[in-house]
């Protein structure tokens, strides 16, 4: 059962457009969705975070919506670049219980930035 | 950098062995975290220690354990190990153990059971 779900495995852009990446989830109880960027042999890399009580989240070229009615998030990179070409992830985490920051990734989605 | 460190880097082994993967989280992080990615798939969370004491466990199997150490590393044992064990390995790490403290991954151990 994949309670986060990133259908799109790959997506191209041209430089300067903007890039957006999708999620969904179908964990109620999720309440805390984060993204990742991954490089070729490096770990992920933390990029934005959303929390429910918040519908949009921004942080320079990146931004992140959540629509909590369609369990649906997306991140925005505006514009693209080059540089951005890599392997996106989203993750959410459920703040109750004992789940202490336990992630559930998505599968990931690959990001090509074309010159 | 993320500051985290994971030994080794690669490690290819058969059937039937058992390895530890070493993690040195950042300095000053008291959490760690192991996930493991097999081929096309996200990172399923494995475990949770908090300065030396488990958390949250998450699918992981019972051939598997690890451990905190008062210098705060950890450790991931896997034993009996099958071809489907194959995987990417990370660990990560954090200030806290709360939800809303982003996680610094390192850059992975490679496992490959023959």
């Known amino acids: 059962d994949q309670q986060v779900k990133q259908n799109s495995p790959s997506l191209s852009v041209q430089e300067g457009r903007i890039s957006i990446l999708n999620c969904d989830y179908t964990n109620s109880m999720f309440d805390y969705f984060l993204w990742y960027k991954k490089y070729p042999a490096e770990g992920p890399t933390f990029l934005i975070s959303?929390?429910?009580?918040?519908d949009k989240n921004e942080d320079g070229r990146f931004t992140v919506f959540l629509n909590k009615s369609a369990k649906h998030l997306s991140l925005h990179i505006v514009p693209s670049q080059p540089g951005d070409s890599a392997v996106y992830f989203c993750a959410a985490s459920d703040s109750g219980g004992t789940s202490y920051g336990k992630l559930t990734f998505g599968q990931g989605t690959i990001l090509t930035v074309h010159p | 950098d993320s500051g985290v460190t994971q030994t080794p880097k690669h490690l290819i082994t058969a059937t039937g062995q058992r390895v530890t993967l070493r993690c040195s989280p950042r300095?000053?992080?008291?959490?760690v975290y192991w996930y493991q990615q097999s081929l096309d798939q996200g990172l399923q969370f494995l475990i949770h220690y908090y300065n030396g004491e488990e958390r949250a466990k998450g699918n992981i199997l019972e051939r598997f354990s690890a451990q905190q150490f008062p210098d705060l590393h950890s450790e991931l044992n896997l034993s009996s190990l099958e071809l489907g064990d194959s995987a990417l390995y990370f660990c990560?790490?954090?200030?806290?153990?709360?939800?809303?403290?982003?996680?610094?991954f390192g850059n992975g151990t490679r496992l490959t059971v023959t």
């Open positions: 300095s000053g992080d008291l959490s």
């Open positions: 990560a790490s954090s200030v806290r153990a709360g939800f809303n403290s982003p996680l610094h």
């Open positions: 959303i929390s429910s009580i918040k």
